[in-house]
């Protein structure tokens, strides 16, 4: 329960805890799930992780690439990326997934660490799996983006929070100040967005304690060190927003995302089981048993866990920035909501017996492993799909004929790490055809999303030299040329190749070559 005494875990259960999470991972190469790591790159791995380290001489050509803007990103992944690679003789799929998982796998070790001060070890578990089993969690333990560092850093300055401000020149403190100070850097440029959760945390732990606040304050003071870091950050903040091309793939704010955010960190089985298991606590009449309210006050009382808890709160602070300065509703900016799961399910978990407690141990890894399988399934069906669409390509280049486009994805996961071939051409559709696409006004959203993939194209090849765009009326007075995508890869209000080409091109005549590739004639 949340009564226990205050302790640190111990260098020996942490070893158990990371040669478990060791023995999983390896289970899950073993058992088939090698696919997570050794995949194709897909679209924003290339164009906005990989493209601005490529062929830099040194970390201050990165940060310099990022300021040109060659992404709209805070420098840090970057910085990762480049040196990860310096040290592995290259960024290879397998190297940068890894980057990822070992982030993500380390920031659930500091959950268990945080945990621990608190609950026994089943609810610690408990907590930690809970957050492991989120879909956007899993999800981005196998990608190469900003996501898992994320995560690492949030986790790492929660736990860091967990040290005596009356004993400040402990070796201890002094170690856990000094990772205060270190992720509190980290969290706001690994993502600008970071600062977010920075705030939202520092907040928590204020509240923590109540009247007490000063003692707050010397507490999160370290955290001081990333807004200064943020303040440095402002030159390339002020030159990314002044070249902004003003491609936002971002929706308006609408009640459609806020009831998808809902539904991702809210109405999920997980939080609503926890939230059923503390209400049915709160409803027993025994006095020898803390009530789930009394729980939870305890529990907010300590300041790593009221910094997980509130993390609850980001897509609240996501809502603020789409209304105050741009569109920023997206799930996985909020991934790190994830993390306020912990001390709920803890919670939860702590008010069961010692059976009970094994079995929700073992329910939240059965979800754990159906999240792992539904992830391995669905990177198995994109390796197929870029494999399908490479062996189009490379029939097609036999042909000598112009070869083109119209999905991001498709082209990017083709040719998007050889920028010098040049036979790769990206279809730049006019807004007029776009319009005459989609009249209809229930169709507002394909027109839109048709618009944003143009745009981005336009951006990329201006700013990195790939995609190549040739223009609908160029091709429209071309003889011939190879179209490649399948019906799955076009706007599904066409559904199949033929009726988006007689559509786009209605002077050709269209021969299908294979499920992924088309010729076009006048």
Known sequence: MTDRPIAAVTA???????AALGL?????????????????????????????VLDASSPLEVIARIAAPKDYAPPLLHLIVWSVGRLTGGITPVVLRSISLFCVS?????????????FDRAPSVAGALAVASHSLVLTNAFEGRFYGPWLLFAAGFAWSLSRDVTASTSASNVLRMTITALC???????????????????????????????????????????????????????????????????????????????????????????LILLVVDGLRDEIS????????????????????????????????????????????????????????????VATLGRVARAVAVLFLALIVVLGVRRTVAERRDFVNNVEANQAAFERAKSMNLPVVFQNLHVIYSVAGLRRAERRALFLDIPDSTIVAMTPQKRLERVRR?????????????????????????????TSRFLFVASDESLPNIYGRVDLFTKTVFPHHRLTRLSPNLALLER
């Open 12 to 18: 020996r259960e942490l070893l158990w805890v990371v």
């Open 449 to 477: 999303n048709l618009r944003i993939d143009r745009n981005i194209a336009r951006s990329h090849a201006r700013v990195y030299g790939f995609p190549v765009m040739v223009t609908q009326a160029q091709l429209d007075s």
């Open 184 to 274: 509190s850097v980290f969290l706001v440029t690994i993502h600008w967005f970071g600062v977010l959760s920075l705030v939202l945390m520092c907040f928590g732990a204020l509240a923590s304690y109540g009247r007490r606040w000063r003692e707050g304050l010397r507490l999160i003071a370290p955290s001081a060190a990333g807004l200064v870091a943020l303040v440095a950050c402002v030159p390339m903040v002020i030159s990314q927003r002044a070249t902004t091309t003003g491609v936002l793939w971002v929706a308006e704010l609408s009640t459609g995302q806020v009831g998808a955010m809902v539904r991702l960190f809210v109405l999920s089985t997980v939080p609503v089981l926890a």
């Open 289 to 348: 048993q803390p009530s789930a309210t009394a729980n939870v006050r305890r529990a907010l009382r300590d300041p790593s866990l009221a910094a997980l808890t509130s993390l609850a709160l980001m897509p609240l602070a996501l809502i603020g920035v789409s209304v105050v300065l741009q569109p920023s509703l997206v799930g996985r900016y909020a991934t790190v909501t994830a993390l306020a799961w912990a001390p709920l399910v803890a919670l939860a």
């Open 106 to 118: 380390a920031a659930l070790v500091f959950l268990y660490a945080t945990l621990r001060r608190r």
């Open 24 to 52: 999983a991972i390896a289970l899950l190469a073993l058992l088939g799930g090698g696919v997570l790591w050794t995949r194709p790159f897909w679209t924003d791995e290339i164009c906005c992780t990989l493209y601005p």
